[in-house]
């Protein structure tokens, strides 16, 4: 074989690999629902930091449909899907009505509280993996969807 032939095989190989490194590691869009509080100084942190983190690692595979809870304008419609997530989650712990930051993975699971931006990241990644979720920490409760 030709040192010229061995070059397009190698150029070749070089340029297949990197077309198969770009594939997408998602291939389904998610929808993340994520119900806050304006002023909240978790749910504000949550916005600043967690959600370019999320929108990083999957793209245009996550959704992200964002409530203000305190929102009076909006209030029909925040209370009409928090009402709806709310019926389709086990076991749900009336007590934390309304409290944020609330974060529902559609079909997958919900979360009440963040305490570790990258841990939640990681669950996420887990989720739609169809891992086990990581143990929360204690400020964080889970909910899982009553036909999974």
């Given at each position: ?34 119900y806050y509080i304006e002023g909240c100084a978790n749910c504000e942190f949550f916005t600043k ?100």
């Amino acid at each position: 074989i030709s040192m010229k032939k061995i070059l397009k095989i190698l150029v070749i190989v070089i340029f297949v690999t990197s077309l198969l490194g770009c594939q997408d590691k998602y291939h389904e869009t998610y929808t993340l629902r994520y119900y806050y509080i304006e002023g909240c100084a978790n749910c504000e942190f949550f916005t600043k930091k967690g959600i370019p983190l999320i929108e990083k690692e999957f793209g245009k595979h996550m959704k992200i449909v964002k409530y203000n809870m305190d929102d009076a304008t909006s209030f029909d419609k925040f209370k009409k899907a928090y009402d709806h997530d709310l019926e389709q989650l086990q076991d749900f712990d009336y007590d934390q009505y309304g409290v944020g930051p609330f974060l529902v993975l559609e079909n997958h699971y919900a979360q009440l509280g963040v305490y570790d931006i990258e841990k939640f990241l990681n669950n996420l990644i887990r989720a739609v993996s169809g891992e086990k979720l990581m143990a929360p920490e204690k400020i964080e409760k889970y909910y899982y969807f009553k036909n999974n």
